[in-house]
């Protein structure tokens, strides 16, 4: 039989690369060449269309048919002479990355064939969309979905192998317009966020007409070599492993974080890297994570859904690029067991249309005290809605990684640092200040000075879920795999939420209170009561932590499917219908898809381990046992001493009988869960019945793995997996 094992370490040993060289060295010489942007558009179209088109983005609003079939023919010319011969609406279905379906630009009219693309194909499309889930909503309303144009994402150039498609982003929704995808609720929560966020700045700024929000995601993951990983079944069914014992020496030394980068790796970096910068994707960071093999990227961050859009695309291109350096990239947040998983930071603030962010102090007192209102509504509204935000980032991979080793716990906290923690402390426990005529308001409140320096001096807590970081927050809890719009799509709506809330109380207050400085902190001294307990310094990590979070009777809510609970309570319901961002139908579509999405993923872990156990563990286990019980017979017939060999095969034995009677009756619970009606119910199942035997066989294994001789063991170990590169 073909030892792939063998094969495959062979096959890395021996590997060759061609350097992948590029012939521009300057990066701004070829920037966003493949992308339909802001330059491109004015070249192609006149002034007055140009402005109208702007205008129509800037305000979300619908594009006039002559503005589409203008930017169609632009596009269609444009791409052409880029040897582009297809286009395709590119949506974020509910599962699964991106999606698309391509077709050509060549028809033939009349007998004759030609190169066509009308404005009404660049505004909508009618994609077959029966293969996409879509969580009952379209049996509910028996109606089928179309994509429409996302104006506000420029349209870019994808190259696969020889096929060019130019790519146009759309939002996916049913005919009754309940959204199919991830885009259509992002942008609705950055409409929601947009008006609030505006209208409270009107009380510091009337110039303020427009608020973005920015995001800079921070990418984790895993390279493994392509052979090593073909050899494991399940890196292959479920991206992580299952079975393997830790290598001698782990992440212990931490000299991964420091050290450079392999070669190999490199070229694939520079490869991928320059393929995302075509595409406008602004990457600027790479480095070596903690882990051995474990590498992150990161671009400068952006309007948040380019930067969405921007993320998942990257996610694509680095594994289409990896095929070629004979790599696999590992999205999976946590591959291996006993080092780091892999996150995805998303780096979130709010910027006005003249780019001052709003979550940047500064040394003027004025603008300080708006820095202050948009922190505290965030600290608000992640008190607030912390089980919202902690079921954004729910799923069966993230569950192995919050509250393991390195990554933030399933509490959700805050961390603000020393100096605005002390701010706050300051606000919290000063009563009703009196405010004489003359006096320098700002000085008597105590925030004449927020300290410039916290900009310089910002403590860095890397434990915290959701840290703020100078002039940012970085929500951590967020996993590898995640599509930043549904995180983010929670955090706007409830930020979203609390700057409405403020805008009223501050409007009563106003009535009481003429000094509009002192009514503003009097609503801030108000939130800043209401949501202390969420604000953690300390290590996140710690034991001591759990039990303090549970006294301040913060939830830990360690599972998905108890996460994603907290998307059917009323008050979640209520939130996203207030915002404008969510029906109740909506909601529970994607709930309903998450929980299937959960059962679906133990279900095949669950499966894969089976076969594993049965098909690849115990067969060599036996094969190593019958050669020790010929070496213990001999040993016999000679009188020596068989102490040791007979001490293994009991060993071997202990551990295969224990294998194979929990794989038994692992099954035997998955049975009973698949016959459970509820949903919810069977994904509780599967993760207090079915999941809980995944460490148990695990450990059988892994001691398996120490016990039978390494020329037999089917299965690529750990340290050929994070090391062989
Ligand atoms: P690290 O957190 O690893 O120290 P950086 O501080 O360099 O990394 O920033 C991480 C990410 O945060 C980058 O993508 C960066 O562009 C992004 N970022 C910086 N400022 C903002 C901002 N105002 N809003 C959103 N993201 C930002
Ligand atoms: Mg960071």
Redesign the pocket.
């Given at each position: 039989m073909l030892k792939l094992r063998e094969e495959a370490i062979k096959e890395v040993a021996h590997r060759k690369y061609q350097l992948f060289e590029r012939k521009e060295s300057r990066i701004s010489d070829f920037y966003a060449e493949n992308v339909f942007g802001d330059a491109e558009m004015r070249s192609h179209l006149s002034v007055e269309l140009y402005e109208r088109l702007v205008r129509c983005i800037d305000r979300g609003e619908r594009i006039d048919y002559d503005i589409a079939e203008a930017v169609a023919t632009a596009l269609k010319s444009w791409a052409m002479t880029r040897g582009v011969t297809h286009y395709t609406h590119w949506f974020h279905p509910l599962r699964g990355t991106t999606a698309e379906k391509h077709d050509a630009f060549f028809e033939i009219r009349n007998g004759q064939p030609m190169e066509h693309f009308k404005g009404s194909s660049l505004i909508q499309q009618e994609p077959d969309a029966s293969s996409f889930p879509h969580g009952g909503i379209r049996s509910t309303f028996e109606a089928r979905g179309y994509t429409a144009w996302d104006a506000s994402s420029p349209a870019f150039i994808y190259e696969i192998a020889n096929a060019k498609t130019l790519c146009i982003p759309t939002v996916f929704v049913s005919f009754t317009g309940a959204a199919l995808d991830n885009k259509a609720p992002l942008l609705k929560s950055i409409a929601a966020i947009d008006k609030a966020a505006t209208e409270v700045c009107q009380y510091f700024d009337k110039e303020v007409q427009k608020v973005t929000v920015?995001?800079?995601a921070?990418q984790e993951y895993f390279l493994v070599d392509r052979s090593l990983f073909m050899a494991r079944p399940d890196l292959v069914m479920c991206g992580r492993t299952l079975f393997g014992h830790s290598p001698s020496r782990g992440q212990q030394l931490s000299d991964h974080y420091f050290g450079s980068i392999p070669r190999r790796v490199t070229n694939f970096m520079v490869e991928f890297e320059t393929e995302a910068l075509r595409l406008g994707i602004p990457v600027r960071?790479r480095h070596n994570e903690v882990a051995p093999g474990q590498f992150e990227v990161?671009?400068?961050?952006e309007e948040l859904n380019l930067g969405t859009d921007h993320n998942v695309l990257l996610m694509d291109i680095m594994e289409r690029v990896a095929e070629k350096h004979d790599f696999r990239v590992l999205f999976h947040e946590k591959p291996f067991k006993g080092i780091n998983g892999s996150g995805k930071?998303n780096?979130?603030?709010l910027i006005t249309q003249d780019g001052r962010?709003l979550l940047s102090p500064t040394s003027k007192a004025k603008e300080n005290l708006q820095f202050l209102t948009f922190l505290v509504c965030t600290v608000k509204a992640v008190h607030d809605y912390a089980d919202l935000l902690r079921a954004s980032t729910a799923s069966a991979g993230n569950d192995l990684r919050l509250g393991g080793h390195e990554a933030p716990p399933a509490i959700i906290s805050v961390f603000l640092g020393a100096q605005l923690s002390s701010v706050l402390d300051e606000l919290d426990k000063n009563a009703n200040v009196k405010v004489g005529k003359g006096d320098n308001v700002y000085l008597k409140l105590g925030i004449s000075k927020i300290p410039e320096i916290i900009l310089d001096n910002t403590d860095r807590n890397r434990t915290s879920p959701f840290a703020f970081?100078g002039?940012?927050f970085?929500f951590r809890a967020v996993g590898s795999t995640a599509n930043p719009a549904i995180p983010m799509t929670v955090l706007n709506t409830a930020v979203a939420d609390v700057l409405c809330q403020f805008k009223l109380l501050l409007d009563k207050e106003l009535e009481k209170e003429t000094k509009k400085e002192v009514a503003i902190i009097n609503v801030l001294r108000r939130f800043i009561k209401q949501s202390k307990n969420i604000l953690f310094e300390r290590d996140n990590y710690s034991h001591d932590w759990v039990e303090e979070a549970q006294k301040r009777g913060l939830t830990n809510l360690q599972t998905t499917p108890e996460a994603l609970a907290a998307y059917r309570s009323q008050e979640s319901k209520a939130l996203f219908e207030r915002q404008a961002v969510f029906t109740p139908v909506e909601l529970e579509a994607r709930t309903h898809l998450l929980m299937d999405e959960y059962v679906m993923k133990v279900q095949i872990e669950s499966r894969v381990i089976g076969d594993l156990s049965l098909n690849h563990i115990i067969p060599t286990a036996i094969k190593y046992q019958n050669m020790l019980l010929e070496n213990y017979n001999g040993l016999t017939q000679l009188k020596l001493d068989t102490k040791y060999v007979h001490g293994l095969i009991k060993d071997i034995s202990e551990h295969i009988a224990q294998i194979q009677q929990m794989v038994e009756d692992m099954t035997e619970e998955r049975k009973r869960a698949n016959a459970i009606e509820s949903e919810t119910t069977r994904a509780e199942a599967y993760c207090h019945k079915v999941r809980p035997y995944f460490e148990k066989i695990r450990y059988h294994v892994d001691k398996l793995e120490l016990l039978v001789d390494n020329d037999d063991w089917p299965l690529p170990k750990y340290r050929e997996l994070l090391f062989y590169k």
């Open positions: 920015s995001l800079g921070e960071t990161a671009p400068q961050f930071h780096n979130w603030s962010n970081t002039n940012k970085e």
